[in-house]
């Protein structure tokens, strides 16, 4: 059985569509309608350890995603996983671990990535860089304001569809032979967030305006709506500056070598998820 932490999320999801049977870890069961019908919803939740022996037991894998910025819900993972005699872990990472000087971001990450390691259990490591599916984080904006905020102006960057890294997870959990690889995965065409804003616009057949991030708190806005507590926005801002300085964008082709195929398009992206932005 391979259980699916995350399940919910912008990976997760796509993943549980691909794999077929499988055990799907949430915290809130009124999000888990969208799941597939292949899909065993299990109500758990890494904050509380005291939770995790049911969702683990019988599980031979795990596709772990551990939100927020500490070690905690990695440790607590970790440990069911061991008790349950889960086989092989698959692990959501970030590119960020890449950074030399290693940027807060990417601490947190190898942080973790750490954890795993030394657990004994074998394991892969996913480190995509941005998601195209970000670009929702706009939707305010846009509604409010027709316009898009921009944090980084010249810094480009290759955004990766969550669906190409759910089928390179899926890759991983069910083939031998990636235990131990470190997967750094984006899309293939680089983008500024002005050029992200001109394909959203013709599939959403409007003009959007790109406005400038003015302060460090509309910045941080762009990314996280809502906010973001302390630590977590001096890390968003630590990676704009860093993006901004990018001028050309990492680029690799890990999704082509695994997957034999090119990974999808921002283009495509937006035309299948324009709905999202309408409604």
Known sequence: ???????????????????????????????????????????ADLDRPGTLPAAFAGASALFLVTPGIGRQHTEHAVAAARAAGVGRIVHLSSFNVLG????????????????????????????????????LDWRGTIRDEGCVLDPTGPGRYAPIDPADIAAVAALALTEDGHAGAEYVLTGEETFTVAEQVRVLGAALGRDLAVRTAATPAEAVRARFPNGAPPALAEAILEGFTLMRADTQGLRTDTVRRLLGRAPGTFADWCERNAYRFRN
């Open 1 to 43: 059985m391979l259980l699916i932490t995350g399940a919910t999320g912008n990976v997760g999801r796509e993943l549980a569509a691909i794999v077929g049977p499988c055990r799907a870890l949430v915290r809130d069961p009124a999000r888990a309608a969208a799941l597939p019908r292949t899909a065993e919803v299990v109500v």
């Open 100 to 135: 030399d000087p290693m940027p807060a971001m990417g601490r947190w990450h190898h942080e973790r990535e750490e954890l795993i390691r030394g657990c004994g259990i074998p394991a892969t490591f996913l480190r995509p860089g941005g998601f195209m599916t970000n670009a």
